[in-house]
Structure formats: C-alpha cells, structure tokens
C-alpha cells in the first residue's frame, strides 16, 4: 500500500474520531455543552490525537528501522563469493538494490509479470537485457546471488509494507476506541489537548536542536578519519598549504595557518568597511533622520540583505577588482598584481555586511531608552555630544553583539573570496595580494576529483569543523553580550 | 549671585525670573496649552498642579524647549527669562538648557559611574579648568544634592545601581552640577518611596535658596509643603496662580476649589 494512502487513511481515522468524540461527549452531557469539563471541540481533538499521534509515530519508527533489518538480512545471506576484488559490501548492497527497483519499475510498466520477477532464476543475460532496455541502470551483467537478493529485498520489502500498513491502521483504531471511551462529560480533555500542543511543540524544538547535533557529527566522524590520516600537528600549526593534485595523497602540505589568516585578513578588512559606515547609517537613521526618510532609507539599506552572495562576488570581479587594480595596479602605485586579493574581496563583503550592522545596531540604538536623551538634553547637551557620551555608551554592548554576529558571517562567506580573493592559499601582510580562506578551499577540496577516503578530500570536513567551532565561539559570545544588555534596562 | 545672604527672603519680594505671556502649544492639531500667562518668581518654589493631561507638563518643558525635541510640537507665544526671549532665534536651546535644569519622573542616571554622571554637565560646558575643579564640581554638586554622604566612598560605581531615591537625587545633583539658575521638576517624587520622597522635598526646599524650582505634582500635598506659589493648569488653561496657602485654603475659581477638594480630576 502506498504510503499516501496510509496516511490519508490514519488522517481520515483521526477526523473520524474528532467527529465522534464530541458528539459522545456532547451525548454524556445530555446535550448541553455547559455541564462538560471542557469545550466540545477538546473531546474531538482528544479523540483525534489519539488515533493520530500514536500510528504516525510508528509508521515513522517502522520506516526508519525496515530498511536497516531488510539490509542486515540480505547482506547476511550474500556470500563472500560474490564480492569481488576490489568492491566491497556496501557496493552489493546498492548494485542489489538497483536490480530490486528494476524489478520493480517493469512490474509496475507491465512488462514482467509479478511471478515472474519473484522467481526467475534461469536466464541472468535475458534479465539483464530486459533491464537494460527499460532504462533501468544495471552493471554489465545480473549475477545469481545479486539477482537472489534482490528478490528476497523485494519480498521482503513487500511484507514490511504490508505489515506496517496492517499495524498502523489497527493502532489508529485502538487509540480512536481509547479516545471515545474517554469522551465522557467529567474528562478532562482540555488539559491533555493542553499536554499534547506541549509535546507539539517541544517535538518542533527539539528536530532543530537534534539537526544540529546531527551536522556536529557528521563533521566529527570525517574530522577524526581525517586525523588519522594526517597528523592534527601538521594541519593545524603547518604554515603551508598545498595539497597535492593527484589526489591520491602522498606529499600534500594541509596547514591551516595560511587559510586562517586569509579568512580573518578578509573578515576584517570587511568589518573596517562594515562597522563605521554601518554604524553611522543606523545612528543617522535613529537619531536625525525624519520618520519619512527613515520610512524610506531603511528598507533600501536592507535591500542589500537581500541580495546572493554570487551577485556580491560578480560585483567584485567585475568592478570593484578592476577599479582598484587601476589606482593600486602596474599603471598606479604598483602594489597590485591582479584583480583578485583580499581587498577586493573585503571591500564588496564589507558592503554586504553594511545592513546587518546597520540594522542591527539600529534596534538597539532605539532600544535606549528616551529618558537617558532627555537627560542628557536637559543637561544642555547637543544631539552628536549626546549620542557620543550616553546614548552609544549605553548601546555599546548590543551594538559589540551586531559586529560580532557579522564578523562570524564574513567567516563564513564563500562566493565572494572565490570570485574576489582568489584562490591561491598565501601568508602574507600585503592586501592587495590574492589569498583565500577556508570555506573557498572547503568548496575546493570537495568539488575536485581526489578520492572520497583521502586527506585532501577529508580536509575539507578538519577545515568545517574548525570553521564551526570558531563562528559558533563568535555567536555565543555574541548572544552572551546581547543578552547581557538585554538586561540592563527591565 | 548664589553667594546673596542666606536671610529669609518673604516671597512676595522676589523677582520675576520667567515671565510667559500668550504661550501656545500645538501637538499636531490638538492645542494642548491656550494662553497661558504665568510669572515665575526667582529664589521661589512654584508648584504645577492639576489633573493629568492638563498640560502642566506641557509647560514646564516648554520653559527649557525641551519641546522642541518633539517634530510635532509646535510653541507659540513670547516666554521670558531674565528678560530675554527665550524662542528668539538668537538663542541656542541647547546654551538654555544648560541654565535651565530639569529633572525628570522617573530618574535616568546615565549608565555611567556616579562620578560622570555629576561630571557629564560640567564637562560639556567646559565649566572646570583641571581634574581637581572637576572633583570640586562634582562633590559641591553632590553634598547640594543631598546625597554626598551615601556615595562618596563610590563614586566609580554605576549610577544605575543606586536606589531608586539615591538614584532621583544623583539627578537632580547631575542638574545642578552646571550651574542653572532655573530647575524643572516633572513630578520628581512619583516614582519614589515616601522616605525618599521627604528625602526629595527637603531638598527642594534648600534649593531655593539659590534656584527658581518648577514643580509639577500631582500631589496636593506635596504642592502645599513644598511650594509658595502655586498654579492650577486644566484643560490647557492657567486656571488660578497665586499663593500657595491661598490657592488651598481659598481658591477664587471654582474649578481650583472641586479639584483640590477632589471633585474634579
């Protein structure tokens, strides 16, 4: 049974079940809603969540443990014989897995027989061809033991299905008896509504919270692989970066150094851009800005949210590279050799960074309270006296939390350090010289053909990690100072 | 002209500090203040009182413009200090507010320690020639404040931390740290504690000595105990401006006469 209809039916159970739960619990109370604990609506709701909640959550356990049980089986039963030199177990596993959904598409296209593909055991080369021809994407030839376990994976897959389907339904129902038997007038059926919009929400919580554990290890596993192929020293105090292009190991230099340096040079020649221009634009908006212009101004300032990142980086490689090679390049002052380097790529990151600082710093800025301006004008103080001496002092903490919530995304910026910065991995003090940082040779070092299992390819999971745990040290820094202002007026 | 002998002066025999005749004030199109005319007495505590809403404290940010940090608002009418008008154009609002002090209702100590929240004034004007007349300023201002002895042991500490009657002090030392010679006072007791309120009052009272104190109050009785002058503003109108003792014990306007017996408001 597809698993729409599976779940249109437990839907259909649970709308059941509302309908009928509130006309019992209407019923118990001879028909007058006042003499029931709780709204009628709750009796149905209760009823419903109940053939709901229960037959959903083990339709999800069902899907998420099947495939592992079917998986262990069949490799269990494949012999050793039929993995050959140079593959492995899990290549089998998914060469039976293509021959199964094969199987499976002609019998859905009507051009084998159900019986047939269960049992065909003779003609491997028939088979294959058959495949083959109905765009099925099969290796050179079906083997025996293949073929053999992808008909026991497909039966076995059929059962599971059929089984889950019968478990859910009969779940769904019991919960709709359980329900209705509690749809009497003394129930307290608004209090567990309450309990289970808790669990609701709790559950949305916690998917999030549980992603993010899921990213941490998925980064973890790779990073640990990484270090045992290459030693933690060397990639984390190596001053040079220089993995060899072969991609199958041997002399590659994976330093970190040069990358962190071209990453933090970026970021702040960003933030020098960024933070002044941001800053001075959010207190023009608060401060002396009419409400018209503000009305207008801040909603185009933002526009530069809004706008990717690839286009940012276009805009570095095609003017602002160029413009700042023809005052800084050979025909200029000589310091520059090409479009690409760190100020290019900073400057136009520093430009996409305005808004955040802007914004940002803006709300806390209005967040001061007017007594502390009053005060200050009372005192005969003038406007840029007293945003100087009260008003940014008492803001100061929030607006340090703005900078650093966009200093971590300037770490992680990529597109524009590809097109803008280049992409040669360099330790230098000259900005106008090309260097790159770590999120561009993450792309880089994943994007090229090295082998999946090597250093130069698992580098890029070491380089994710120490990204992460840098940005995230950034961003509860951040909250931390953000809050910690928060509570310093009510 | 603070050093005048500390004689009882009797009321009656002071000058006009702040004369204001035909004042208007417009909120957008509400009127929140007709023709008041109104002459405020130097060396003398004047209380606003009335019900909330009748424009009192309209007035009294008007006598430091403070209203013009408000777009909408708009003043008209001729207000007087010294003789001199105060919406000349000649005048910058901001030299004005550094003669007329104000405090507020609810106290705004900068976040700031003790210490630069009495010196924030003083610097700004320039008004002490090294770190020690600075230290000067700082402590005359805060034993005028009545408040000298509870911080001295720290100044360095925040401001923000003091209680909420130490904190209302800090202000109203904070305003007289430069030297006006006019303090506003919007309800400076309403957010305050009874202790800290006599607190309050008690310096009121020593203040005038030096300075024309403008109190608005919603408290009769604090108008009765602190002020020798009184005006009773309703509805945007001066209703009644006189002795205080007079004003309380026999009121000419009805009005006056319902709200202080509390008919009205």
């Known amino acids: ?490 | 002209m603070y050093d005048a002998p500390n004689t009882e002066l009797h009321v009656t025999q002071n000058d006009i500090k702040i004369a204001a005749r035909k004042v208007q004030v417009y909120y957008g199109d509400t009127h929140a203040i007709k023709d008041v005319d109104v002459d405020i007495e130097d060396k003398t505590v004047t209380a606003f009182i009335g019900p909330s809403g009748c424009g009192k404290s309209t007035f009294l940010r008007c006598i430091n413009r403070m209203n013009d940090t408000i777009d909408i608002c708009r003043v008209e009418g001729d207000i007087q200090i010294d003789g001199e008008d105060i919406y000349d154009k000649r005048v910058d609002p901001v030299q004005l507010r550094a003669k007329v002090g104000m405090v507020f209702q609810k106290p705004n100590p900068f976040p700031k320690s003790i210490y630069d929240n009495i010196a924030y004034g003083p610097k700004i004007h320039g008004l002490a020639k090294n770190k020690a007349d600075l230290d000067e300023i700082v402590e005359k201002a805060l034993r005028r404040g009545a408040i000298w002895d509870e911080v001295k042991d720290r100044l360095h500490a925040p401001g923000t931390g003091l209680s909420g009657g130490q904190q209302q002090r800090l202000c109203i030392a904070r305003a007289v740290a430069t030297e006006p010679e006019v303090l506003l006072m919007d309800e400076p007791c309403s957010a305050l504690d009874p202790i800290a309120t006599a607190q309050v009052e008690e310096l009121i009272d020593e203040l005038k000595q030096n300075y024309s104190v403008v109190i608005v109050t919603h408290s009769m009785q604090q108008a009765a105990r602190v002020s020798q002058k009184t005006a009773f503003f309703h509805l945007g109108h001066l209703v009644e401006y006189g002795e205080t003792g007079k004003i309380f014990t026999n009121p000419e306007d009805t009005r006056t006469e319902s709200y202080i017996t509390g008919r009205i408001g």
């Open chain 1, 1 to 490: 049974m597809p698993l729409l209809w599976l779940f249109l039916i437990v839907l259909a159970i649970a709308a059941v079940g509302y309908v009928l739960g509130r006309s019992r619990a209407l019923q118990s109370a001879g028909g007058d809603s006042r003499d029931l604990h709780s709204l009628p609506s709750y009796y149905g709701t209760n009823v419903a969540m109940k053939a709901a909640v229960p037959a959903f959550l083990l339709m999800l356990v069902w899907l998420l443990v099947q495939p592992l049980y079917i998986n262990t089986v069949i490799s269990g039963a494949i012999p050793d014989s039929a993995i050959s030199d140079g593959a492995n177990l899990g290549l089998v596993m998914s060469e039976v897995r293509r021959t199964a959904e094969g199987l499976d598409a002609l019998v859905a296209a009507g051009e084998m027989t159900e019986a047939f593909a269960r049992s065909a055991r003779a003609d491997l080369g028939d088979i294959t061809q058959r495949l083959q021809d109905a765009g099925q994407i099969v290796t050179s030839e079906v083997t025996q033991p293949i073929l053999r376990a992808a008909q026991d994976y497909r039966v076995m897959n059929a059962t599971g299905s059929l089984l889950m389907s019968g478990a859910v339904i009969v779940l769904s129902l019991a919960g709709l008896l359980w329900g209705l038997r509690e749809s009497q007038a003394a129930f307290r059926a608004r209090n567990v509504v309450e309990a289970g919009v808790r669990a609701l929400l709790i559950a949305a919580a916690s998917i999030a919270i549980l992603t993010t554990i899921g990213i941490v290890l998925s980064l973890v596993f790779n990073t640990i692989e990484f270090f045992r192929l290459y030693p933690a020293s060397d990639f984390f105090f190596g001053l040079e970066w220089a993995p060899s292009f072969s991609g199958r190991g041997g002399s590659s230099e994976l330093g970190v150094i040069p990358l962190l340096w071209g990453t933090f040079y970026i970021s702040i020649v960003a933030l020098l851009v960024a933070v002044p221009i941001g800053l001075f634009a959010a207190i023009y908006l608060s401060e002396y800005a009419s409400r018209r212009v503000r009305g207008i101004a801040k909603p185009m300032l933002e526009v530069l949210a809004g706008i990717p990142t690839i286009v940012y980086g276009l805009f570095a490689l095609l003017t602002v590279g160029p413009l700042l090679l023809s005052v800084f390049g050979r025909e200029g002052l000589g310091w520059m050799q090409a479009g690409t380097a760190v100020m290019t790529a900073g400057i136009v990151m520093g430009i996409m960074l305005i808004p955040f600082v802007s914004s940002l710093s803006d709300d806390i800025i209005n967040a001061v309270p007017q007594a502390m301006r009053d005060g200050s004008y009372g005192l005969g103080a003038t406007k840029s006296e007293t945003i100087k001496q009260v008003v940014l002092p008492a803001a100061l903490p929030g607006i340090v939390g703005a900078i650093l919530l966009a200093a971590s995304r300037a770490i992680g910026e990529t597109m524009i350090v590809v097109l803008g910065a280049g992409a040669a991995a360099r330790l230098s003090l000259n900005p106008f010289e090309a260097m790159t940082t770590v999120t561009a040779k993450i792309v880089s070092q994943l994007t090229g053909d090295a082998d999946f299992a090597s250093p130069e390819a698992l580098v890029a999971f070491a380089l994710g990690m120490t990204l992460f745990v840098i940005t995230l040290g950034l961003n509860v820094f951040a909250l931390y100072i953000v809050r910690k202002y928060r509570e310093q007026y009510e």
